[in-house]
């Protein structure tokens, strides 16, 4: 919920609080700080947080909230020893209405009783939470993120939801207001529209509404659709192809609520107008045919980076932050990602942070949002009621969280839900409506690991949902697999593992993924990068820490400090370039590369006979979102890629947008020399 933005007064609850560890004596801790781990307290499963608060007084009547930004994972809040509420969460807000317990002005002590991942248990050994990533030991526990104590009308907005249609040029917006003074209130609402990039658009008025809500309860009031008839400038498009310092259009809704005894409510949403969706086979970006190469960031091999401590990198390591002295921060790993030719990161288990979110929305990286429910290891219990529930729950919360954010193209609603031992198609039925009701605008997918069937749950025929498989040439190898089904996009979401942090394995980012995308893969990231080049996120060194996998990553800022000279990062640019013309099978034929990330392997590169005619057949990909006019230029030179001119060639090609052509490239191989360049 982004209820923060209507706030009248807004205290930062961060600093020193008490901390009591069950079982052991009283000390403090910094709150947020990035978790209890993270400051020392590595063996501590359940402990309870204190500290004094003062109410701000407003002037008027009011509604007085305590909010964290996340707890990992249950949490107990009291106000002077009177319970006030628990809530389990995992990676998204807990909030909690104090308002009752705590008059304006007066001055209390709250205390937090949170129980981390390792005090919620099955009988059965398994968690009761999604914990994202179970292997490692540096997950998130406690409060992290943010804390404040926020006030807030008696009556105001508490959430927007903004829809836009862009087939049907068509601006809908879902504004939920919360009455929690005593009495029934009539309410009007009006709304206004910016531009946040400073663009003059001729905006469409938004007409008001009036509801009324009942004392101490929510409505929800949908607004629209309103026609958006301004051209597609005024749509969010990623930066593809590259452009530096490329920042995407949003806009801004302001939503005014005035109550009828005249106390007033504003608050803004930023959006993106734009519109994702899976048309049978394919997905779709604006009406576009969009294809995904990205990768796969797993938040948790960062949080074993000890910076000040192991934990929490989304919120505490220099990289993922605002920029710094010394140090990009996260918009220089989003440039690091765009400059790579990845249009897509999957922010994989580990939920990201906001402030991730509003630079993918701002320079244009496309997002698929995961939840931190996890098969793999069959660590998390997901049958008995209560993780049943809090699985579930925990699903629909980061939707709710996340859902305004247009970088956001797919949710992902379980990773490798086959490799449980206790998956079923009823709760991955019940996972994808608990997400798609509180969005139903974006694309929905499963996760399958190695051995997984694409055609489980065969059940969920839903035009928006799809399983994406793992792992189609088996662990830690070279290969070219790519499973199709029919009615369904086609892809692999994770490949190359655990081989991805050596120097042949990273070549294989490169040639595995463009002979997938030959093959019309509509959505390829292997992975992970991280443990080929640790540093796209700024600052990690290869040896900050220990991947998955075990061993370190390849590349880091101690040995890469310039990494667009580097030949394999070079080669990954070209392989996944949007707008390329690939000799395929010669891409093919040094594939699977050496120990030494070799490319081309000497062995692989074609001969012919002087004075023979070679016929080479170029694939020419498209995965622009304009232009189906495409130059297409080759020349073959002797002996060197500079050397003389043996022929040449020019042409224009149309190719659709998402899609390939063939397109033949013919000459004499010369009398003289010993190779040639195309």
């Known amino acids: 919920m982004a209820a923060g933005n209507a706030a009248i007064a807004s205290v930062d609850l961060s600093g020193t609080w008490g901390f009591t560890p069950a079982g052991r004596a009283a000390t403090t801790i910094a709150v947020p700080g990035g978790g209890w781990y993270k400051q020392g307290f590595t063996t501590v499963n359940e402990a309870v947080y204190s500290r004094s608060i003062t109410v701000p007084d407003s002037g008027q009547p009011q509604s007085t909230w305590i909010e964290f ?25 807990s909030n909690f209405d104090i308002s009752a317990y705590a008059a304006p002005g007066t001055t209390h002590t709250i205390t937090v009783n949170v129980k981390g991942r390792g ?64 009495s029934s209130r009539s309410v009007t609402l009006t709304g206004s529209l910016a531009s946040k990039n400073g663009t003059a658009f001729s905006y469409p008025e938004l007409p008001s509404r009036t509801v009324t809500v009942a004392a101490r309860s929510t409505a929800i009031v949908t607004v629209g659709p309103v026609a958006w008839n301004l051209d597609s400038t005024s749509y969010w498009w990623p930066n593809v192809p590259y452009r530096s310092g490329y ?33 049978g086979d394919y997905y779709h970006l604006n009406g576009v ?8 960031l797993q938040g948790a091999d960062y949080d074993r980076i000890n910076n000040g401590g192991k934990d929490d990198a989304y919120h505490t390591l220099p990289g993922f932050l605002p920029p710094s002295s010394g140090n990009g921060g996260w918009p220089q790993a989003v440039d690091n ?17 906001p402030y991730m979110l509003d630079v993918a929305d701002e320079m244009g990286l496309l997002i698929i949002d995961e939840v931190a ?15 049943h529930d809090n699985m579930v729950n925990h ?19 379980n990773n490798e839900p086959n490799q449980s031992g206790q998956d079923s198609e009823q709760f991955e039925k019940e996972l994808y409506a608990a997400m798609n009701g509180a969005d139903g605008t974006r694309p929905i997918i499963a996760e399958v690991g190695v051995g997984g069937n694409v055609s489980l749950y065969p059940g969920m025929t839903y035009a928006n949902f799809a399983v994406i498989p793992h792992y189609v040439d088996g662990f830690g190898r070279y290969g070219e697999g790519l499973i199709t089904v029919n009615g369904r996009p086609d892809g692999e979401g994770e490949y190359i593992w655990p081989a991805c942090n050596n120097k042949q394995g990273f070549e294989w980012f490169a040639t595995a993924t463009l002979a997938k995308r030959g093959k019309g893969a509509t959505d390829l990231r292997p992975y992970t990068l991280l443990s080929a080049w640790a540093s796209v996120v700024p600052g990690v060194r290869s040896t900050d820490f220990t991947p998955e996998e075990g061993g370190h ?19 990954v640019q070209a392989a996944f370039n949007p707008v390329a013309a690939v000799d395929l099978p010669y891409w093919s034929a040094s594939g699977a590369s050496d120990s030494n990330g070799s490319f081309p392997l000497a062995q692989a590169v074609p001969s012919y006979a002087r004075n023979a005619t070679v016929t080479r057949n170029i694939t020419v990909f498209n995965d622009d979102f304009v232009d189906t006019s495409v130059g297409f230029t080759w020349t073959a030179r002797l002996d060197s890629p500079t050397g003389a001119v043996v022929a040449s060639g020019s042409t224009t090609l149309t190719v659709p947008l998402g899609s390939r052509v063939t397109q033949p490239v013919s000459f004499t191989t010369p009398a003289t020399g010993n190779r040639v360049y195309l």
């Open 119 to 182: 005090a919620l248990k099955a009988s059965n050994g398994r968690y009761l939470v999604p914990d994202a990533a179970t292997w490692s030991e540096a997950v998130p526990q406690g409060i992290f993120g943010s804390a404040f104590l926020r006030a807030y009308p008696a009556v105001y907005v508490s959430d927007t939801f903004v829809r836009t249609s862009v087939a049907n040029r068509t601006l809908t917006y879902d504004v939920t207001v919360r009455n929690t003074s005593g």
């Open 553 to 571: 990553p390849i590349y880091g800022a101690d040995n890469l400090p310039d990494p667009w000279s580097n030949p394999q990062i070079q080669r």
């Open 373 to 387: 429910i996890r098969g793999s290891q069959s660590s998390q219990e997901w049958k008995e009621s209560v993780g």
């Open 289 to 296: 045919r969009v294809n995904f190469r990205g990768d796969n």
């Open 247 to 279: 920042r995407a259009q949003l806009h801004g809704l302001t939503v005014y609520a005035v109550t009828d005894d005249g106390r007033t409510s504003d608050a803004e949403y930023r959006f993106g107008f734009r519109e994702a969706t899976q048309n």
């Open 395 to 413: 699903a629909r919360a980061l939707v709710l969280r996340d859902r305004n954010h247009p970088a956001i193209i797919r949710w992902s609603q």
């Open 69 to 93: 930004g996340a707890v990992n994972h249950q949490a107990t809040l009291s106000v002077d020893g009177r319970v006030v509420a628990t809530q389990t969460t995992a990676f998204t807000p």
């Open 337 to 353: 990602y765009q400059r790579l030719n990845y249009n897509v990161v999957r922010i994989h288990q580990e939920p990201g942070s």
